[in-house]
């Protein structure tokens, strides 16, 4: 029962969270009321558009900015009743499996208003702005599916979307092909680029683009084995290369930080490894994120047939909680194209 009204709290606390942050971004500054008008266009008097897998605000007045900000408030309303019902569906779920959904659709809110929206539809009409906004709130590969779909697919840039990750292999699915796809990081987020689109990857969806490689000539576990890893514990990797050649180790944080760990290390046929080495160190230590209570880390180790420059990827750091700036996931097929590879994903949580 304790355990109960403990995570009933929680769901308390994130629904007045997610009130108080839609009140917030509602009201940034004063705008103009909408007022109905017989000269208003029919699609937006009758308030409908086709927009598929979009939640929609309209907002209309004297000036365009004002018509987006009460777009933008509308669409609040409609972020509020979605979440707040998902969160209802969701409370017969237990332990920090509700939470953290729970957290994750709140990150979304947040985050959708600035960079995430688009005008789906704008008309100026007797000297009025009529407008509608959209948030697409479909998973990463329809978004780009519907979009993809309807624009050309010549492009002479390679393909930077690994081959081995969930996103390259749900495309493939679904489209029957995957376009060359450029994936640069700007404005604190990665982008995925092609084919005259161009798609901002979301909070939760980086594991999408990781590459995932599994070769059997490579072994790669954790000491101690665990599920999940609390913040600041010690761990140790080993390393089983039944192929000789050139060892690389990366870890990718939850936000797509590629951090080298080594390079090119020469091994042997059937050589194991430890990192870091026990005789020097007593292991790795977990972090989590300033502000987060739970993330991922992968672990990738690729052997090459030769020895690779990874002198773009940031060198790992010694220093507790250390942001890294090295976003290079769109060049690891450069740098490890021919190499056989491993990963393997660690969970950390409070």
Not at 152 to 170: I, M
Not at 232 to 250: C, D, H, M, N, W
Not at 323 to 330: D, E, K
Request: negative net charge; aromatic residues 8%.
């Amino acid at each position: 029962m304790s355990g109960t009204i403990h995570n009933l709290l929680r769901l308390s606390f994130l629904i007045i969270c997610l009130s108080y942050l839609t009140a917030c971004k509602q009201s940034p500054e004063p705008v103009t009321e909408s007022q109905s008008a017989d000269s208003a266009p029919a699609w937006y008097s009758t308030q409908s558009i086709d927009a598929p897998g979009h939640w929609v605000g309209f907002g209309d007045a004297l000036t365009l900015e004002q018509a987006k900000a009460l777009a933008r408030a509308d669409l609040a309303a409609t972020f509020k009743a979605e979440i707040r019902g998902s969160l209802r569906i969701e409370q017969n779920l237990e332990g920090d499996t509700l939470e953290q959904r729970a957290k994750t659709r709140i990150d979304q809110f947040t985050s959708a208003e600035f960079d995430d929206l688009r005008t789906l539809k704008s008309e100026q009409q007797a000297g009025r702005y009529y407008l509608v906004l959209g948030y697409d709130h479909r998973p990463l590969h329809q978004r780009l599916v519907s979009r993809l779909q309807a624009e050309s697919s010549s492009t002479s840039e390679a393909q930077q979307l690994p081959p081995t990750s969930s996103l390259y292999q749900q495309l493939q699915t679904s489209l029957g092909r995957v376009p060359a796809l450029q994936l640069h990081h700007e404005r604190d987020r990665y982008l995925l680029s092609g084919s005259g689109v161009s798609e901002a990857v979301r909070d939760g969806e980086i594991e999408l683009l990781l590459p995932r490689p599994q070769s059997a000539d490579i072994g790669l576990s954790l000491n101690p084995t665990q599920s999940v890893y609390a913040p600041e514990a010690l761990f140790t990797v080993k390393i089983q290369a039944a192929r000789p050649g050139y060892l690389s180790y990366v870890q990718v944080f939850g936000n797509g930080e590629t951090v080298l760990m080594f390079a090119n290390h020469r091994v042997n046929q059937s050589e194991n490894m430890i990192y870091p080495d026990p005789r020097q160190y007593d292991g790795l230590v977990t972090e989590l994120p300033p502000g987060h209570s739970a993330t991922s880390l992968q672990h990738l180790v690729m052997v090459c047939p030769d020895r690779r420059d990874l002198s773009r990827l940031e060198p790992v750091s010694t220093r507790a909680n250390e942001q890294y700036r090295s976003f290079l996931l769109g060049e690891w097929n450069r740098l490890f194209d021919g190499c056989d590879g491993m990963a393997l994903v660690q969970s950390i949580r409070q």
